[in-house]
């Protein structure tokens, strides 16, 4: 199954319904009906399906179907078609997801052997890596819904230890407008770009802040809200006194760190800066931008969906992740959501991702006994 799925080219860019249309056939030879819910272009699809009585809460098993580009990496071997050497899986996407969806579908057969007391939902989510895109669809449908899953399951990397926290994150577009002038009349300009420089400065002092004051939680690593600028563009010709300039970035803040704080502090710090820039063309001003929200997940180790995870997993602690994952957002929707899935991040994105076989066991394990205990 694993090298199935490994084969389906479903880089972000890349329409993933190859592979969607092959789990719903799957599916559907086992005699289970599936729900695919297309996005906007139809070029993408998610998949839900139920096991088992469909007028209880029961546990999903959530795994986003979307792998990172290979673009630019250097691979021993071809990504998408899996290659097994000295106990390890290779391929694009092993430990970062296909592997987990690998096993909750190959278990279909065992859901299906007796029957459930409680359902087995499955979900896959296109747009994951991308800020979490497709999913946000799904859960929409799901949240109506009087007997949606009680306990949610994401099989991200984590080894198998059950993660409870993650931080959320949060883009935003900033667009400085200045105003053109040639070069050698600087003063009957507005500098777009040194505007825009201003902005970003003021940011990475306040991540500076962060970092030496906090708040801090030690389970996180790096244990504090992170800011970054990841794009700039503006400008056109070093003779030209830019007019326009915008830049993204990207805050990964604490659950209990307030991302609106800090975008106030630069929004508050912009307007002090206008009065300079529309003294020379009223129109000059910033404009801001939310491109991307992931909320953070931040569940207890007494919560029940932890305790279940703990419990399949045989792990004694749980332990928290800096990366994002949909965990948020089904927290969001009133879904307690752990993660908990084969293999490491620390070989997710890179090249020559792989997965221990081992790792693949240990998740078949924690399905059997996810089956045992819903019957
Ligand atoms: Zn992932």
């Known amino acids: ?48 399906a139920t096991i088992g009585p469909a007028d209880q809460g029961g546990v999903l098993l959530s795994g986003h179907s979307d792998v990172v580009p290979v673009d630019g990496q250097a691979w021993d071997s071809d990504p998408f078609k899996i290659e097994t050497r000295s106990q390890k899986i290779y391929g694009r996407g092993s430990s970062d997801m296909k592997s987990f969806i690998a096993v909750m579908l190959a278990k279909v057969p065992d859901y299906l052997e007796r029957p459930l007391a409680k359902p087995i939902h499955l979900a896959l989510s296109h747009d994951e890596e991308v800020g979490c895109i497709g999913i946000r669809s799904l859960i929409e449908i799901l949240k109506p819904r009087a007997e949606k899953p009680r306990l949610c399951i994401i099989g991200e990397p984590t080894l198998m230890q059950p993660v409870i926290a993650h931080k959320g994150s949060r883009r935003l577009r900033c667009h400085v407008h200045g105003h053109e002038a040639h070069s050698s009349l600087t003063d009957r300009g507005v500098n777009a770009v040194e505007y825009a420089a201003e902005l970003i400065a003021f940011l990475k002092n306040m991540a500076r802040r962060k970092r030496a004051e906090g708040p801090f939680d030690s389970a996180f690593d790096p244990p504090y809200t ?39 502090e630069l929004k508050h710090y912009a307007a002090t800066l206008l009065p300079e820039m529309q003294a020379v063309a009223a129109e000059a001003g910033f404009a801001f931008e939310e491109t991307n929200v992931v909320a953070p997940l931040s569940a207890k180790d007494s ?59 240990q998740c078949e394990i924690f399905i059997d006994r996810l089956i045992e205990r819903v019957r």
């Open 1 to 48: 199954m694993i090298d199935r799925l490994v084969a389906f080219d479903t880089t972000s860019r890349e329409s993933n319904l190859a592979l969607i249309d092959f789990v719903r056939n799957y599916l559907e030879d086992w005699g289970v009906k599936s729900e695919v819910v297309y996005d906007s272009t139809g070029r993408k699809a998610n998949l839900f």
């Open 303 to 361: 919560d029940e969906v932890v305790q279940l995870a703990m419990e399949l997993s045989g792990a004694n602690s749980t332990g928290k992740v800096s990366f994002a994952t949909e965990g948020g957002l089904y927290q969001e929707a009133g879904i307690p959501t752990v993660i908990c899935g084969p293999g490491s991040i620390e070989q997710a994105h890179k090249p020559n991702e792989f997965i221990a076989i081992d790792q693949i066991r």
């Open 226 to 264: 992170t800011i970054h600028t990841g794009i700039v563009t503006g400008g056109t010709a070093v003779n030209i006194v830019p007019k326009e300039c915008r830049f993204d970035f990207e805050m990964r803040h604490l659950p209990e760190d307030d991302p609106d704080a800090i975008t106030e």
